[in-house]
């Protein structure tokens, strides 16, 4: 057992304060199974913290860009200390969502149709007839997601005050339901199903009790949970990941069951808060957060 673990948290993107909640609940974790920890609150200063604390592992619980990006994984690659979650081209490849999708459909995993749009593009209307999604290139956590009904009259965009890029993802709406799979290794955990009185599976929805409700395991045809598991492992083996993950998809059954699934992205450091759902995944498989976090720790490691 690696006995100096360091907790990434925090960091500088738009999922600080789900990424301080995530590490906290890692760090009390490693401590409660005997573990030594340092907690580090990534910022400009990162390389010299990991410098002077000398960890045997980094477990990175950073969400969003830089922490998920393969920007720490590099870094932590530089200084040969092992850590847990994906390598460097994984994270990359599953936090740019255009690029994933292209290897997925290469895959032959369905996707949303969507395309790139420029800021100016978006300001000139409306780039697919409604419904549709458009949210960043590279976010996470729902950040800036928006979806566009028919007969909205409020503006979807505003290039002014559009904080994510140039270009914006637009994709095309999929009715029905919110699965998601959680792979551990090269297996999938379970599918589950996520209902909320939101217009979609949103920020808030994500991580304030009581905004939604977790159907543990997903209540679809056997056929239908199994595809799902199937096609959420070939999206975790397509981008190279490893360790856990979870994949996002649209199911969808509106014209019955069995339905048809869509996949939308994959999270290469699922968060590990009080309503995440890896945790609540594997808890139901009888894997103990405890047990989740430690597996995840021996399995640190560079490369990819």
């Not at 458009?134 to 979806?147: A, M």
């Not at 379970?190 to 159907?215: C, L, M, N, W």
């Amino acid at each position: 057992m690696s006995r100096h673990v360091a907790v990434l948290l925090g960091g500088p993107s738009t999922e600080r304060e789900v990424s301080l909640v995530s590490g906290r609940a890692v760090a009390t974790s490693l401590r409660r199974q005997g573990f030594k920890v340092s907690e580090i609150d990534a910022g400009p200063g990162l390389c010299g913290a990991l410098t002077d604390t000398k960890p045997d592992v980094v477990f990175n619980a950073l969400h969003g860009r830089w922490g998920e990006d393969g920007c720490v994984q590099g870094l932590l690659e530089f200084l040969r200390i092992p850590y847990t979650h994906s390598g460097v081209l994984a994270s990359a490849l599953a936090m740019d969502k255009p690029v994933a999708k292209r290897l997925f459909a290469e895959a032959g995993i369905p996707c949303a149709e969507g395309l790139l749009v420029s800021r100016e593009a978006m300001m000139k209307g409306r780039p697919m007839d409604p419904p549709y999604v458009i949210k960043p290139r590279n976010e996470g956590s729902s950040v800036g997601v928006k979806i566009v009904f028919d007969g909205d009259n409020q503006a979807p965009f505003d290039a002014k005050t559009w904080p994510f890029g140039d270009t914006v993802l637009v994709e095309r709406y999929i009715p029905g339901r919110e699965i998601q799979v959680a792979v551990m290794g090269d297996a999938a955990l379970g599918a589950i199903e996520i209902k909320t009185d939101s217009r979609f599976y949103d920020y808030e929805a994500k991580y304030v009790p009581g905004q939604s409700r977790h159907i543990m395991p997903a209540p679809i045809l056997p056929s239908a949970y199994e595809e799902a598991c199937r096609l959420a492992v070939l999206a975790h083996k397509t981008l190279g990941c490893r360790g856990v993950s979870r994949t996002d998809m649209r199911y969808d059954d509106t014209a019955g069951e069995p339905g048809r699934f869509y996949v939308l992205e994959v999270n290469t450091q699922p968060g590990m808060t009080p309503t995440s759902l890896v945790p609540e995944i594997a808890a139901h498989k009888g894997i103990s957060f405890d047990d989740l976090v430690s597996w995840m720790v021996e399995g640190a490691r560079c490369g990819d």
